[in-house]
């Protein structure tokens, strides 16, 4: 299994701010994966992010607004640019470990924009 | 990827048996069917997955017909702490993205 630890696991923040949230896993893996659970909705992937190289990111979604960070292969911070209310949501950050055909979640960062 | 279909929502009580059917008319011949289960305020959980015919673990069964077209996850005799959401996904078996459907909220009652 992996444990993910998510940072903040809440946060309100003002409008017209931004807002980075830390995503640490316990081993090393390929790929992170960003997700935004808006309330009563499903997840959608908003970018996969990878060490050394640029994130890519979903349609949608760009890197002006959902800048992600990958310096090593346990670690990714997700920062929500210049936010709106349209930006309250659960934002969730996920792995794969090794071969494993289950995909490990956070907790997730509980966003709300006042 | 094969869009998922699935019910919105579903009742059910203490001890019984829960079936939900998803529905992927375009699965591709490498797809999996991948069933995670999401409480409130917490991150989906992997539940199980299969190719074809029938897999069984120690919380779920997932039923796969011939055609793939379709799967259900059989959750026997349920408990109120089996009130979730449950998500079937279609795609590779591991590393990949996945892609959320919209999900089956399950409702235990007393």
């Known amino acids: 299994s992996a444990v993910i630890s998510q940072k903040p696991s809440r946060d309100i923040c003002q409008r017209g701010t931004s807002l980075t949230i830390q995503c640490q896993v316990d081993?090393?893996?390929?790929?992170m994966f960003w997700y935004r659970q808006q309330p009563g909705q499903s997840l959608t992937l908003i970018a996969t992010?990878?060490?050394?190289?640029?994130?890519?990111?979903e349609s949608g979604f760009v890197i002006d607004k959902f800048p992600i960070s990958r310096p090593n292969l346990t670690f990714s911070t997700l920062t929500v640019s210049n936010m709106s209310p349209e930006d309250s949501s659960i934002y969730l950050c996920?792995?794969?470990?090794?071969?494993?055909?289950?995909?490990?979640f956070g907790q997730g960062t509980r966003l709300t924009v006042v | 990827l094969a869009k998922t279909t699935q019910p919105i929502s579903m009742d059910s009580y203490e001890g019984q048996e829960v079936n939900i059917t998803c529905s992927h008319n375009n699965i591709a011949t490498n797809d999996y069917i991948t069933w995670y289960q999401q409480f409130p305020s917490q991150g989906p959980r992997f539940i199980i997955q299969g190719y074809k015919t029938k897999v069984t673990n120690e919380v779920a069964s997932l039923f796969i017909p011939a055609d793939r077209k379709s799967s259900t996850l059989s959750l026997p005799r349920v408990s109120l702490s089996d009130t979730a959401v449950y998500y079937c996904?279609?795609?590779?078996?591991?590393?990949?993205?996945?892609?959320f459907g919209g999900g089956t909220r399950v409702l235990v009652k007393p």
């Open positions: 996904l279609v795609g590779r078996a591991a590393g990949n993205k996945l892609t």
């Open positions: 992010a990878n060490q050394g190289s640029e994130a890519t990111y």
């Open positions: 081993s090393q893996v390929t790929m």
């Open positions: 996920s792995v794969f470990k090794g071969v494993d055909t289950e995909a490990f």
